[in-house]
């Protein structure tokens, strides 16, 4: 059974203070994994998707990678406008997108 | 203009009552979803309907009836409404049903049953 777990389940940050946030997957057939930024009262809002072991993107202070068990979303020097709660998703051969729970961050000035 | 819309974002009603909410996607996108998320923000999927045929049906209560009159559309109506059904729908959609695609959601439907 497809599966996603996030971790941890919540971080706080001081402003400029690195971290990762990590989701670990089992899925057959991967065709992609997804990170996706929630704010509060919003939508999942999409940031990256990756489709293979060693593929990386980047987007401002937010950098996803992706292994064959598990993707990072290393955040660097970020600020309170980052401040969300991150989820985790993958697509594989049953074409339903299995989220995870979700890291909420937060960043503090 | 907003990608995924739906209507309405706030619904408070009676246990039995029936509700519907609307979803209008402008990205011309051949796939349409619900999701719902708890109150510990976990998003599971409901529907899934490719071309205005259904695709994925998730063991969900019949109580809940999508209906998609086109491929831009997909409306969930809600009968004999329980505590438990509070919870926020969201509706998104994608190119084609293939998981490796991107989906994108709407803004949440935020149903509360009292």
């Known amino acids: 059974e497809d599966q996603v777990t996030q971790s941890p389940e919540a971080l706080r940050l001081q402003e400029g203070e690195s971290s990762s946030l990590n989701c670990s997957y089992t899925v057959s057939g991967l065709r992609g994994l997804f990170w996706y930024r929630q704010d509060p009262g919003k939508g999942p809002e999409f940031l990256f998707t990756?489709?293979?072991a060693g593929e990386e993107k980047e987007k401002e202070r937010l950098k996803a990678t992706l292994t064959k068990k598990e993707s990072f979303l290393h955040i660097t020097a970020p600020k309170p406008e980052d401040s969300a709660t991150y989820l985790c998703?993958?697509?594989?051969?049953?074409?339903?997108?299995?989220f995870g729970t979700g890291t909420l961050l937060a960043v503090q000035p | 203009d907003t990608a995924v819309s739906q209507t309405p974002k706030y619904l408070v009603t009676q246990m039995g009552n029936d509700k519907s909410i609307k979803c209008e996607q402008n990205?011309?996108?051949?796939?349409m979803y619900w999701y719902k998320q708890d109150s510990k923000k976990f998003l599971k999927i409901m529907f899934s309907y490719n071309n205005k045929e259904l695709i994925i049906n998730e063991t969900v209560p019949n109580r809940f009836s999508p209906k998609s009159p086109d491929k831009a559309h997909l409306n969930l109506h809600i009968n004999s409404l329980e505590l438990g059904d509070s919870a926020v729908y969201f509706c998104?959609?994608?190119?084609?049903?293939?998981?490796?695609?991107?989906?994108?959601f709407g803004e949440g439907s935020w149903l509360t049953v009292v």
């Open positions: 998104a959609s994608s190119r084609d049903f293939n998981s490796g695609n991107t989906i994108y």
């Open positions: 990205l011309g996108h051949d796939t």
């Open positions: 990756l489709y293979s």
């Open positions: 998703a993958v697509g594989g051969a049953t074409n339903k997108l299995i």
